[in-house]
C-alpha cells in the first residue's frame, strides 16, 4: 500500500522550501502528498506547486479534526513544521497515526521539527565538548536537562515527549534539528530566516550591530537548501524501508542540518559590514559593541521579546554537530564559512522583504 505524505508549515520559510523542492527531489514512490494550509488562499498557492500536494484545511491542535484528517485520508507520514515548542498538535498527529497503522498494518512516522537552540546551553545541554546528534545517549541527556531560562524547558519537554509518545503508540519518530539557517526560501509564503532578520530588526533600531554574548562562543548553521535536502534524505530513506528497519529512530533518531559552525562576532562582524556598506543608511557604521542593559531593552522592543531573552535569540553556545545526516547520504553543498561570505544578500533579502 503506498504510503502518503503530510506536511505541515508549507508557507513558512523551510515548508514552502521542501515543496518547492520536491517535484525534483527523485523520490522513492509514494502515495499522495498533502499540505496542511489555514486560508483558501494558502490552498490555491498549493495547488500551483509542481509537487502535486493537494491542500488540506483542519485545527492541528483540536484532536478530532486531527484524527478526521490523518485517518480519512490514510496518512502513514507526518512531517510536523509547525511548533518547536508545545507538543499538543504533534501527540494529536501521534495518536492518529497510530491508528491508521492499527486500521492498515503500515509502518507511520513522525518528524518533528525541533531547533538547536534546545541542543545549546540556553536549555542546560553540555556546550564544553561536541555533542553529536548521532550521540547514543542524546535523548538520555536531553531527559536530564534543566534550562536556565524557563521558556526553553518546555521545547526540550516536548522533544522527549514525541519520541515517548511515538513509543508508546508504536509510531517511527524523528527530531529533526534547524539552526541558522540563510537564504532565500522558494515558497509561496515566507522566504527569510529567523536569526539572521533578528541581528537585522535589532541593527535598525540601535543603528548598530551589538554582540550579545562576551568571548567567542559558536552556532551551527545551514543554508536552507541544505537544510531542505536533509529533510528529504530522511524521507527517501523512510520510503526506501519499506517494512524494514529504516533509518534511525527514536532514541536515535536525532538529524541536525549542520554544515559546521561559525563564531557568533564573524557572523555579527560580516552582518554589520554589509549593512555599514548600503546607502540607505540603517547603521552608524561597521563596529560591533557589546550589548548593555539599554541595549538589551531597545533590541529587544525592536525583535518583540523581553530583554532577558535577547541573548537567546541573538548568541549563546551550540556544539552540536551533524553527523547522523552523514549516515544516510546527507551531504551539505555550503560551507559554514558561506553564510559570512553570503552576508550582503542575506541583508538585502532581509531588508526588501521587511518593506513587505
Known amino acids: 500500500m503506498p504510503r502518503n505524505i ?27 502528498l498533502y499540505a496542511l494550509v489555514r486560508t483558501e488562499q494558502q490552498a490555491e498557492a498549493v495547488k500551483k506547486q509542481q509537487c502535486g500536494a493537494e491542500p488540506l484545511t483542519f485545527d492541528p491542535y483540536d484532536e478530532a479534526a486531527v484524527r478526521r484528517g490523518v485517518v480519512d485520508h490514510q ?17 494529536h498527529m501521534i495518536k492518529a497515526l497510530a491508528e491508521v497503522k492499527r486500521a492498515t498494518g503500515q509502518i507511520v512516522h513522525f518528524l518533528h521539527t525541533s531547533g538547536a537552540k534546545i541542543f545549546s546551553n540556553h536549555a542546560g545541554a553540555p556546550h564544553d565538548r561536541e555533542l553529536r546528534d548521532n550521540d547514543p545517549d542524546l535523548y538520555q541527556i536531553q531527559k536530564h536537562q534543566q534550562a536556565p531560562h524557563a521558556v526553553m524547558q518546555t521545547p526540550v519537554n516536548t522533544n522527549n515527549t514525541v519520541i515517548e509518545q511515538c513509543e508508546l503508540h508504536g509510531v517511527k519518530s524523528y527530531i529533526f534539528v534547524p539552526c541558522i539557517v540563510y537564504g532565500k526560501g522558494e515558497g509561496f509564503g515566507n522566504v527569510i530566516s529567523i536569526q539572521t532578520v533578528a541581528i537585522v530588526k535589532a541593527a535598525k533600531a540601535l543603528r548598530r550591530v551589538y554582540r550579545a554574548d562576551e568571548g567567542r562562543p559558536t552556532w551551527p548553521v ?35 542540518a549542520a554544515s559546521g559552525s561559525v563564531v557568533w562576532d564573524d557572523l555579527y562582524t560580516a552582518m554589520a559590514t554589509a549593512l555599514a556598506k548600503r546607502s540607505d543608511n540603517i547603521v552608524d557604521d561597521a563596529r560591533i559593541e557589546m550589548s548593555d542593559r539599554a541595549a538589551l531593552e531597545e533590541m529587544g522592543e525592536a525583535m518583540g521579546c523581553p530583554a532577558e531573552l535577547v541573548p537567546v535569540h541573538l548568541g549563546g553556545h551550540c ?38
Open 6 to 32: 503530510l506536511i505541515t508549515g508549507g508557507s513558512g520559510y523551510l515548508g514552502g522550501t521542501l515543496l518547492a523542492r520536491w517535484a525534483a527531489a527523485d523520490l522513492p514512490p509514494y502515495g499522495k
Open 222 to 256: 545551514c543554508h536552507v537548501i541544505d537544510n531542505t535536502n536533509l529533510y528529504l534524505d530522511i524521507l527517501r530513506g523512510i520510503l526506501k524501508s519499506g517494512e524494514g528497519e529504516g533509518i534511525g529512530s527514536g532514541r536515535n533518531g536525532y538529524y541536525l
Open 75 to 91: 496518512i502513514t507520514v507526518i512531517y510536523h513544521l509547525i511548533d518547536a515548542f508545545q507538543s499538543d498538535s504533534q501527540v
Open 319 to 356: 556544539t552540536f554537530t551533524a553527523k547522523h545526516g552523514q549516515e544516510i547520504g546527507w551531504k551539505p553543498a555550503h560551507s559554514p564559512e558561506h553564510i559570512l561570505e553570503a552576508a550582503e544578500d542575506e541583508v538585502a533579502l532581509i531588508l526588501d522583504n521587511l518593506k513587505q
